[in-house]
Structure formats: structure tokens, C-alpha cells
């Protein structure tokens, strides 16, 4: 069986071909560069971007932790006539408090199911000192008392 494809183009082909050929040519080695550099550049401005809003929705999801413990805590004074002491803690909320002051109308659930942590992984802070008033704070991205911005403590009380 004979093969029908032409072994040599003709003249006006083998032309054509050579100059499309010709006007092809690949990326330089300074475009690439620059490439690189710009999708560089809009990488960093998005990661940017992006853990700004993750830091800030951090704050905004203790400052609904905090809300939430609160409603907790509220509750169970409505059950019991008074918050949990410093010493008995936010524990209080997730098994009937043994020590100091009791309450006979505790649960029958618990108002948590367990302890919660800020979302920087902290345990949270509660004091309350006479039973009629409490604090629960969260140290914030440092975990640090005190601090600006968003290292700053977020308490029960500036909510």
C-alpha cells in the first residue's frame, strides 16, 4: 500500500510554512519574570486581605462566645438565685457546683455541655465576687492581659 502524503512540499508551501515558522517565537526570560512578579504580587494582597478579615471575625466570634456563656449564666441564676462564685467557675454551668454556695434547682441539664475556649484556644475568664454581678473576659489574640487593637481584652462588660 502506497503512501499518498507528499516527502516534499511544494515551493509556495515550504514559504508559508517558514514564515509562520518565523513569526513564532516563545517568551523571553524577562516575561516570565515579570509574570511571576505580578501573580506574586496579587498572592500577597489577598493573603493579606484575608487573614485581616480572619483576626477580626476571631473577635467578633468571642464577642458571641462571651454573649452566649452570658445567657448561660443567666440562666442558671434564674434557676438558682445567684451566678456561680469565682471559685466554683464557669464548671458551674456544665456539672451542679459541690462547693460554696449550692443550688437544689440546678439543670436537670447542664446549661453547657462543656467548657468553651476563646477562639484562640484560651479558657476564658469569669469572675464574680458578690453573686448579683459577673465578669467573663477573653485575653485576646495574645492571650495576654491588656493590649490594643486586636490583642485587646474583650469583656462581658463593654458588650
Known amino acids: 500500500m502506497k503512501s499518498t502524503l507528499p516527502t516534499v512540499l511544494a515551493p509556495e508551501e515550504d514559504l508559508f510554512m517558514k514564515a509562520i515558522l518565523k513569526n513564532q517565537r516563545g517568551m523571553t526570560l524577562l516575561e516570565i519574570m515579570i509574570v511571576l512578579v505580578i501573580l506574586g504580587s496579587m498572592a500577597t494582597i489577598l493573603v493579606t486581605q484575608v487573614s485581616k478579615n480572619l483576626a477580626k471575625s476571631r473577635v467578633q466570634q468571642a464577642k458571641i462566645l462571651i454573649s452566649e456563656v452570658g445567657k448561660a449564666l ?22 451542679a457546683p459541690a462547693g460554696g454556695r449550692t443550688c437544689s434547682n440546678w439543670g436537670p441539664e447542664a446549661y453547657l455541655k462543656k467548657l468553651p ?3 484562640w484556644r484560651n479558657d476564658l475568664i469569669y469572675t464574680c465576687n458578690d453573686g448579683q454581678h459577673y465578669i467573663i473576659k477573653s485575653l485576646g489574640a495574645d492571650g495576654k492581659e491588656g493590649g490594643d487593637g486586636l490583642n485587646a481584652d474583650i469583656s462581658s462588660e463593654d458588650l
Open 117 to 119: 475556649k476563646d477562639p
Open 74 to 95: 443567666d440562666q442558671f441564676n434564674t434557676d438558682c438565685g445567684f451566678y456561680p462564685t469565682t471559685d466554683q467557675g464557669l464548671q458551674a454551668l456544665v456539672t
